[in-house]
């Protein structure tokens, strides 16, 4: 397949000639560069750098750096010495052989004006489109999602060793920024708390002693909070992030009591997942995926997974780890339309589905979201011989329900669970039920008769219908494709480092994250134009001598 490139600043002639000769067989930037052009241009970049904040280089080519960047995982500087030295990068960013290139920092000073101004996502989306224009992309077809966890990118600190480096980061904060303010209001003891990290190796043994640094620690900061909040106090000092940081974590680790600060006990602390653990990233949080616990977060990959196109990831989205898969399902389906690119059928695990999401994805999207549901958790179901929900007969008009014997529910009454969903609540006449010879495959209470808990109509019949389905063979080998996105998740956190932060804080990820996508898309389309067919799932070497199934 050709391409035509998307040219905004030709290759000068001396690098054509010299990549050529260096790379016969081609190499991935060289093709990039003739195939799908330079991905990016400056227009896009106006929002972040009006005419007076031009950088010395043109920001497509910095955005460009930063995605070779992140296909082969390098640092800023080794990227900065990848411009000045390397023939195939010169080719991709249409400079001359000659050009020396530029200082790292103006690498990492880009990635801030791309999170200031919101750019990010839009990077990936232009790369889509320039997929779309030449026929790599479409929507409408299949795609699959599932997320993993990522690690954020600082140490994991237990209770005591938190407020500690949480007061010590403050200190050092104004210490920089107002070092005289500061120096009137230490005493000479606290440079022997808070002057070197704090570590679990040095902190007292026993928890008797340890409550006492942790209240110590906990008095020093009131003292530094009050002064700071004092209205002879400039201002601003209450605006820096560490400053706030140390607000915040003494809200959630102490409380006030007779004028003097106490330690809270375990179980009086707030939830996990709204405390953070480090003050140099307070958005990592503590997340917990069956049995995975860590600090950070979470990111969703969605791909195409047609068979007649390059699988591609069409949307990334980064969150705080407790955020349930759930929970972004329709942010997903939102950010696919937006785009463009709403699938017809959306392959996803059990997390991400439910009775709503079955029926809005549908309604709102015209998506099918393909995965399965929760199975019925009634005794009747489990044991598969009594009369579970789905052996009674719905008349959603007359507002009744006939059970397996034949007998008309008395009671229709609408009303909320316990997390505020609509149901309807049925109910079954006592002497039909009290006389009924199936009783024991039907309700376990003594006297009072069945009833049972319905979903509004659409809900019922989505969760019914996919539950009936799920069962069946033409169901598997359907939503058996899901499985593909483990593997680019595989592939993302072994070749690209999506496990690890690069950065501090949710904005940094999330870019990261972006430039992780476009990285490998750059690898896949190359991979599909060279006709290099998708690596085979590996099995174990003693996987392998499994028996193959009859
Ligand atoms: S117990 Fe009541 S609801 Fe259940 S099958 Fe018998 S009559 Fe119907």
């Known amino acids: 397949m050709s391409l035509q490139p998307q040219e905004i600043s030709p290759v000068p002639e001396e690098t054509r000639r010299v990549a050529h000769a260096a790379f ?21 970049f106006e929002p972040v750098f009006p005419a007076r904040g031009q950088p010395a280089d043109s920001p497509w080519r910095l955005a460009l750096i930063t995605v070779m960047q992140f296909v082969e995982g390098l640092s800023d500087r080794q990227a900065a010495e990848a411009v000045r030295g390397r023939i195939d990068w010169k080719y991709a960013l249409s400079l001359e052989l000659t050009n020396p290139g530029g200082d790292a920092s103006v690498l990492c000073e880009f990635r801030s004006r791309l999170i200031e101004g919101g750019v990010g996502p839009a990077l990936l989306e232009t790369m889509l489109s320039r997929f ?155 997340g917990n995926k069956r049995s995975t616990t860590w600090t950070g977060y979470k990111v969703h990959v969605t791909e195409t997974c047609d068979a007649d196109a390059p699988h591609l990831i069409v949307h990334v989205e980064t969150t705080p780890a407790p955020v349930t898969d759930s929970d972004m399902t329709a942010p997903i389906h939102q950010a696919l339309a937006d785009k463009g690119l709403a699938p017809t059928t959306h392959l996803a695990d059990a997390g991400y589905v ?11 999207h015209s998506i099918e979201l393909l995965g399965p549901v929760r199975p019925d958790v009634s005794w009747q179901a489990k044991e598969n011989k009594g009369f579970d929900i789905s052996a009674f007969v719905v008349d959603w008009e007359a507002g009744t329900v006939t059970c397996p014997m034949g007998q008309t529910s008395v009671d229709w009454t609408p009303t909320r669970d316990n997390w505020g969903n609509d149901t309807i609540h049925i109910g079954f006449h006592r002497k039909a039920c009290a006389a009924c010879p199936s009783r024991p495959l039907c309700t376990r209470a003594k006297s009072d008769p069945r009833e049972i808990t319905l979903r509004p109509r659409p809900l019922h019949e989505a969760l019914q219908n996919v539950r009936a389905q799920q069962e069946t063979d033409a169901w598997r080998d359907r939503y058996g494709k899901r499985a593909g996105i483990e593997g680019t998740l595989s592939q993302a956190v072994r070749a690209f480092g999506l496990r690890r932060c690069r950065y501090l804080g949710l904005a940094k990820t999330t870019l990261q994250h972006v430039f992780t996508a476009i990285a490998i898309n750059v690898v896949r389309v190359d991979a599909w134009l060279t006709d290099r067919p998708i690596a085979k799932t590996r099995r174990s070497a003693f996987a392998s001598l499994a028996p193959m199934a009859a």
């Open 24 to 44: 016969p067989k081609g190499n991935i930037y060289v093709r990039m560069r003739d195939e799908i052009g330079t991905i990016f241009d400056d227009p896009m």
């Open 132 to 286: 779309k224009e030449r026929g790599l992309l479409k929507a409408r077809g299949q795609q699959r999602t599932d997320s993993t966890h990522v690690l954020a990118a600082i140490r994991t600190l237990n209770r005591l060793e938190s407020v500690g480096e949480t007061l010590r980061a403050a200190l050092n904060s104004l210490a920089t920024v107002a070092p005289d303010w500061l120096s009137s209001l230490v005493s000479p003891d606290w440079f022997e708390r808070y002057a070197t990290r704090i570590e679990e190796y040095r902190l007292p043994k026993g928890e008797v002693a340890r409550i006492a640094l942790g209240e110590r620690i906990g008095a020093d900061g009131h003292v530094l909070l009050a002064a700071v909040y004092e209205p002879s106090a400039p201002s601003w000092l209450r605006e820096l992030p560490a400053i706030q940081a140390l607000r915040l974590a003494w809200v959630h680790q102490y409380f006030v009591e007779d004028d003097a600060v106490r330690w809270r006990k375990a179980a009086d602390l707030p939830p996990a997942g709204t405390r953070f653990d480090s003050p140099y990233d307070t958005d990592a949080r503590y």
């Open 354 to 364: 439910d009775a709503e999401l079955l029926v809005i994805s549908q309604t709102k």
